[in-house]
């Protein structure tokens, strides 16, 4: 009697492994594919493209392999380049030739909009809302090299920040920064 309990006990103890196996299994699939493929589909309804990310790295693979190419490639010569960023960051400059100043990659799970056009710049600055999307992971993980400063702030400590700096952006002050 003690064996058929104890074989009955072991069977409930694997299905409830199998059940929680397949459940972190769906959960993951769900916050590393489902999720950024949703968000990169309402980006391509809104008519931003981008590179197609692979699972689950994203676009890693197709930076390395930028970066490959642009160290491979032949130096200026004993020329002085001040455009740096074909240097810097070879894959931007490639896949703004590809899709156009504004597009979206991925790293992982994360997804990125990446904007070069200075009319869409200066609308997401004039923005008013209290968060502007900056992801609570990388202001953890870029904290000691940034700080809480405006680059990595959201909401009510953003908007405070902007407060502050603002008057020096103001036309007059600009042109006194050349004088």
């Known amino acids: 009697m003690m064996e058929v309990g104890m074989a009955m006990a072991m069977k409930v103890l694997l299905s409830l492994c199998c059940v929680g196996a397949c459940s972190l299994a769906l959960y993951l699939y769900h916050t590393v ?46 020329r002085i380049v001040h455009d740096y960023r074909p240097a810097v960051l070879p894959f931007y400059e490639k896949w703004r030739k590809e899709h156009g100043p504004v597009f979206t990659y991925s790293m992982g799970n994360a997804v990125f909009l990446h904007v070069s056009r200075a009319d869409v710049v200066r609308d997401i600055n004039l923005c008013v809302s ?50």
């Open 130 to 179: 209290l968060d502007l999307g900056k992801s609570s992971y990388l202001k953890a993980t870029h904290e000691p090299l940034f700080g809480r400063g405006i680059l990595k702030s959201n909401g009510e400590a953003c908007a405070h920040q902007r407060k502050i700096i603002a008057p020096e952006f103001f036309l007059d002050k600009v042109k006194e920064w050349w004088i």
């Open 33 to 78: 594919w489902v999720v950024p493929q949703r968000l990169l589909a309402g980006f391509r309804r809104q008519g931003i493209g981008g590179p197609r990310p692979s699972f689950p790295y994203g676009n890693i693979a197709d930076m390395r392999e930028a970066v490959a190419a642009a160290k491979s490639a032949p130096r200026a010569g004993g």
